[in-house]
T-cell receptor, first 113, second 111 residues
Framework: NAGVTQTPKFQVLKTGQSMTLQCAQD?????MSWYRQDPGMGLRLIHY???????DQGEVPNGYNVSRSTTEDFPLRLLSAAPSQTSVYFC????????????FGEGSRLTVL | EDQVTQSPEALRLQEGESSSLNCSYT??????LFWYRQDPGKGPEFLFT?????EEKEKERLKATLTKKESFLHITAPKPEDSATYLC????????????WGLGTSLAVNP
């Protein structure tokens, strides 16, 4: 019973590099989202999706891209990493009818030098 | 502006010493208030959903209550394993796909 799986758990990038954070869920949830968590800022929504082929922006979408080609997967792409993107990233999913009852992954800690 | 404020920021209790955490909110149309627990290095774990004033939910030593302006998470006779950060979030009528999160209360329970 895997739930929400994120990879990698840790990543160090240099400024300007690109990378993809992977997220997969096996609960057949329609809703998936990406958050970043920073000290003193709390959880901030980056992008979310309400189903395959449908994505929308959250509070802090700049510098990030997402796509949802399947129900299970929701990757987050950093186009050109900046030190301001150093953070812990969480993927979360839920049934569409209860988008406040989120299942979170373990997180991906990203450092941009 | 929609806002969620949690207090205190940090709380240290002795084992068995009951207390309450507060989550106050100002939103245009509440569509659910959600409590989560987050352990260090882990993702938040869902605890409770409350939808209307007067509603209460319980799980082991935790009880969540809701009024029109705030929610309380009561912890009765806490144990060291209850140590964690407790997060509160609300859904609003404006967009129920986006939650508004508080900054959390860091709880430490000493044996």
């Amino acid at each position: 019973n895997a739930g929400v799986t994120q990879t990698p758990k840790f990543q160090v990038l240099k400024t300007g590099q690109s990378m993809t954070l992977q997220c997969a869920q096996d609960m057949n949830h329609e809703y998936m989202s990406w958050y970043r968590q920073d000290p003193g800022m709390g959880l901030r929504l980056i992008h979310y999706s309400v189903g395959a082929g449908i994505t929308d922006q959250g509070e802090v979408p700049n510098g990030y891209n997402v796509s949802r080609s399947t129900t299970e997967d929701f990757p987050l792409r950093l186009l050109s990493a900046a030190p301001s993107q150093t953070s812990v990233y969480f993927c979360a999913s839920s049934l569409l009818t209860s988008t406040g009852e989120l299942f979170f992954g373990e997180g991906s800690r990203l450092t941009v030098l | 502006e929609d806002q969620v404020t949690q207090s205190p920021e940090a709380l240290r209790l002795q084992e068995g010493e009951s207390s309450s955490l507060n989550c106050s909110y100002t939103v245009s149309g509440l569509r659910g208030l959600f409590w989560y627990r987050q352990d260090p290095g882990k993702g938040p774990e869902f605890l409770f959903t409350l939808y209307s004033a007067g509603e209460e939910k319980e799980k082991e030593r935790l009880k969540a209550t809701l009024t029109k302006k705030e929610s309380f998470l009561h912890i009765t006779a806490p144990k060291p394993e209850d140590s964690a950060t407790y997060l509160c979030a609300v859904g609003t009528a404006g967009n129920n796909r986006k939650l508004i999160w508080g900054l959390g209360t860091s709880l430490a329970v000493n044996p």
